[in-house]
């Protein structure tokens, strides 16, 4: 059974993974298209003017001075600076998402016997506290879903099993690291969960792990981290 | 499939599929309620949960997505109060993940139009009277 978990169901999870990322990737790619430069169908001066119109001069820094005085308002207009609580609650919940199952020790070994990696680990009572942390956050996440009204109006069943398909593989791997229950079981229900999971990602509302990096990062808005250099298609 | 009761489900299908990236838009939304407090209708209508701009956008192009086309117009007269009073289009709600809201509601009231289920403004505004009131 054991065998069977981390050889073919792991390697047939992985291929889903990647294919149904892959496919979203190009999904987004056939939904959006280059957007041409508006500049470059300008007339020189027009041009230039429009590109001193984008430098914000009440966010544009000049001097040293300006770090200092403008650095609020600038933070003013990003999400962090907005709502800074369920901002830091959201930064540190993806960061121990992605850093938690690299550096436990365990997974550490399987990684380095099966491809030769050998990655940096935590120790055990450092991953485990962290866990601890994650668990209470991914509690908070439901509470807030269940009893903040903003949140409840819009949640549907696929919000639900989006944040259960991340949740479980957590609560069961510190389970099975406290040795609660039957060991072997519980282990074996961890694997399934984390194949199961990595298998959600391209189907369920997890879809935004690839498509919130290619949205943000390529589509041209006001709220853009990139240059933008891509927009939505219209199929008339 | 024939027309029912003024609507024709065909057309929205139609007019739907213009915007593929819509339908994605609304199988990647969180639901994560940031966008709640960019909107100064929700924060200027005690908060109420319907004046929520990805409640706005669900409810009215969500549904149609979700039905494929094959609303009744209970359904849109429904959304019209939605779509139409309790969003501007000020464009001013952002989304950590990327999604366009306004856009997505300014085709809502797009398919509404192509279907009869328009803004009537010289109907009773019965809310401004009980704000009026309240003042």
């Given amino acids: 059974m054991y065998d069977f978990l981390i050889g073919p169901m792991l390697a047939l999870s992985l291929v889903v993974f990647i294919a149904g990322v892959a496919y979203r990737v190009y999904q987004f790619f056939s939904i959006s298209e280059a957007r041409p430069k508006p500049e470059a169908n300008l007339p020189k001066d027009l041009a230039r003017t429009v590109a001193a119109r984008e430098k914000d001069e009440y966010l544009r820094i000049d001097s040293a001075a300006d770090i200092l005085l403008k650095w609020k308002l600038r933070l003013k207009r990003t999400i962090l600076g907005r709502a800074p609580g369920m901002s830091s609650v959201t930064i540190v919940f993806h960061t121990m998402l992605f850093l938690l199952p690299v550096v436990t020790v365990g997974h550490s070994i399987l990684l380095d016997s099966y491809f030769g990696i050998s990655l940096p680990t935590l120790s055990e009572t450092t991953v485990d506290t962290l866990t601890l942390v994650f668990i209470i956050v991914i509690f908070f996440y439901l509470f807030r879903r269940i009893f903040v009204a903003k949140v409840r109006s819009v949640s549907t069943w696929r919000d639900y099993l989006a944040l259960f398909a991340t949740g479980a593989p957590f609560v069961t791997g510190y389970m099975a690291f406290h040795h609660w229950f039957d060991y072997k079981t519980v282990l074996y229900i961890h694997i399934i969960c984390g194949e199961l999971m990595l298998i959600a990602i391209p189907f369920t509302k997890l879809v935004h792990m690839p498509f919130f990096i290619l949205s943000r990062f390529l589509i041209r808005y006001e709220l853009g981290f990139g240059k933008g250099s891509r927009k939505w298609v219209e199929n008339t | 499939m024939a027309v029912v009761n003024g609507v024709d489900p065909d057309e929205v299908r139609k007019l739907l599929d213009q915007k593929k990236h819509m339908e994605v838009f609304l199988s990647v939304c969180v639901s994560c309620g940031m966008c709640a407090d960019s909107c100064f209708l929700y924060v200027n209508h005690n908060k109420d949960p319907s004046y929520m701009p990805s409640y706005k956008a ?30 501007v289009l000020c464009t001013r709600c952002y989304c950590p993940v990327g999604i366009s809201i306004p856009g997505m509601i300014a085709w809502a009231r797009n398919i509404c139009r192509s279907q009869g289920v328009f803004r009537e403004y010289d109907e009773r505004d019965s809310e401004n009277i009980e704000m009026k009131q309240h003042v």
């Fill in chain 2, 58 to 87: 669900v409810h009215s192009l969500g549904k149609m997505y979700r039905k494929k086309g094959k609303v009744s117009r209970e359904e849109l007269e429904e959304m019209k109060e939605l779509i139409y009073k309790k969003c």
